[in-house]
């Protein structure tokens, strides 16, 4: 059996990140990942936004916390990461949207978020050629911005692998052993690993790994398609936000990346559970008359490609971070609902601090700053409500 200072299951989002975090204080880290490299799970389908703007002040920190991450990581690790601060921009054309988005500024603004209401002039200088008929205005937070995923990943697997991560690659978990309510070993379809402590970052997976030891994870994947255009001159710095509904979809989004490309996507109505990544023909239709409604100069833009990845979502719509009643020295960081890429950098900053410092996120008063992220998130809450911005 090999043995580590920390096992982490899954080589993605958060596991990359967590892993070269934890490597970085002098931990011994193993990574298993049943693909044959990394982020290859809903890493690679991810569409590169990286926003604090949410409604609950747990992902704003912690998203924030990413932001600085990502933000620095050319300037201060020499990796370009197409990284871009072009802010995020959620539109309001009815009094319902937009009472909501003012009532949430107040949580934002409580927690140190940079972001503001702004008329529907502001809103169409950020973003030249929206539709104004009806426009009320809207928020707009200028720190947030987006990077490319791939590559993002690629800089935390090669710092992680600077810093003696040893990832194991190909290799899919098929038990785990139990002692007095502590996880001994887990054993893979190549090797047994032994450590004090074990992660699961699974993605959508995460249920299955945490069922290996009879625990009941509420992380059920969704299917969401995203595309991509042709590149073009810049016209646009924002990602758009609109969070109208309609019969066939929830909210639509996209944004003009740092090399020119418009990428998008949309949340299904009703949801699309499990895990299917083929293609369907309703999403670029569906998608592209939603856009070209709010933004009719998109209507010449060339489509190159489009696919479809995992959403691991809760019930609410927020991720479980904590231990398990059946493992106390298993931690989840699981059920990042679509957000695994913008929380990741963060959450791996922060479970780190909490794992160098003997936190227990079962028990976090008093144990770290990052409390708050134990007890809002942990895996025993009621997981009512729903997160507005999700």
Request: overall charge neutral.
């Amino acid at each position: 059996m090999k043995s580590c200072d920390l096992v982490i299951i899954g080589a993605g989002s958060v596991g990359l990140p967590l892993a070269w975090n934890c490597a970085a204080k002098g931990l011994k880290v193993i990574v298993l990942e049943k693909e044959a490299s990394w982020g290859r799970g809903q890493n690679r389908a991810a569409i590169g936004g990286i926003r604090a703007t949410h409604s609950d002040p747990a992902k704003i920190r912690i998203c924030r916390e990413s932001i600085a991450i990502v933000s620095s990581l050319k300037a201060e690790k020499g990796f370009d990461v197409e990284w871009r601060a072009g802010g995020y921009l959620y539109v309001a054309y009815d009094e319902e949207r937009e009472a909501a988005f003012r009532k949430l500024l107040l949580i934002q603004k409580s927690v140190g978020l940079d972001i503001d209401w702004v008329n529907s002039d502001r809103v169409a200088a950020l973003a030249p050629g929206i539709e104004t008929r009806s426009l009320r205005g809207g928020t707009f937070s200028p720190g947030d911005g987006y990077a490319s995923p791939l590559m993002t990943a690629s800089c935390f697997h090669k710092l992680g692998m600077d810093k003696g991560v040893d990832f194991r690659f190909g290799e899919s978990v098929g038990s785990i052993r139990l002692e007095c309510g502590k996880i001994v070993s887990i054993k893979t379809n190549r090797d047994e690993y032994g450590a004090p402590l074990f992660v699961n970052a699974a993605g959508a997976e995460a249920a299955d790994i945490a069922g290996l030891i009879g625990a009941d994870l509420p992380v059920h994947p969704d299917c969401h398609e995203a595309g991509v255009t042709e590149p073009v001159e810049r016209f646009m710095e924002p990602m758009i936000v609109d969070i109208r509904p309609d019969n066939e979809s929830g909210n639509y989004y996209f944004y003009q990346a740092n090399t020119g490309q418009v990428v998008f996507c949309i949340t299904p109505r009703p949801q699309v559970w499990g895990m299917d990544k083929d293609n369907t023909s309703n999403f670029l239709p569906l998608c592209a008359s939603r856009m070209l409604e709010l933004y009719p100069r998109l209507r010449n833009l060339k489509v190159r490609r489009t696919w479809r990845g995992m959403y691991p979502m809760t019930p609410d719509g927020f991720p479980i971070v904590g231990y398990l009643r059946e493992a106390e020295n298993f931690l989840q960081a699981v059920g990042m609902c679509g957000q695994g890429f913008m929380l990741g950098p963060g959450l791996g900053k922060i479970l780190s601090e909490a794992i160098l410092g003997g936190s227990r996120p079962s028990k976090p008063e008093g144990s770290t700053e990052y409390g708050f992220v134990f007890e809002e998130l942990q895996a025993y809450r009621k997981f009512d409500g729903m997160e507005l911005l999700k």
